[in-house]
């Protein structure tokens, strides 16, 4: 959890394939962070990973933020189907997730 927490000036990150889980509040407080990449092994999301993020907020810049998943099939939250195939869909997707429930790779 938290392993990013506090990096202020990162702006955008490429995770490593094979990364299987971003913990909860992976990204909070990356306060300039605009741009990942998700890679194909990435099954599940925790809950708040992007809080206190640019990601975390919808603001007048939305439109900058970019969320790669590249593999957007699959993905539930909360039960239910969510298209991430489209960059700044799969953004405000993350902008909209809550400590109380997760992104899953079904």
């Not at 959890?1 to 990204?27: D, M, P, Q, R, V």
């Not at 489209?86 to 997707?93: I, L, T």
């Amino acid at each position: 959890e938290n392993a990013f927490h506090g990096c202020y000036k990162l702006k955008s990150i490429n995770l490593e394939e094979g990364l299987e889980t971003i913990e909860n509040g992976a990204f909070s407080g990356t306060e300039m962070l605009a741009e990942i990449t998700i890679p194909k092994s990435t099954v599940k999301i925790g809950g708040n990973a992007f809080g206190y993020s640019i990601i975390g907020y919808d603001h007048y810049y939305s439109s900058l933020i970019k969320a790669h998943f590249l593999d957007p099939d699959g993905w539930t939250y909360n039960s239910k189907t969510v298209d991430l195939s489209d960059y700044s869909s799969a953004a405000k997707q993350l902008r909209a997730g809550s400590s109380d429930y997760y992104f899953i790779k079904k």
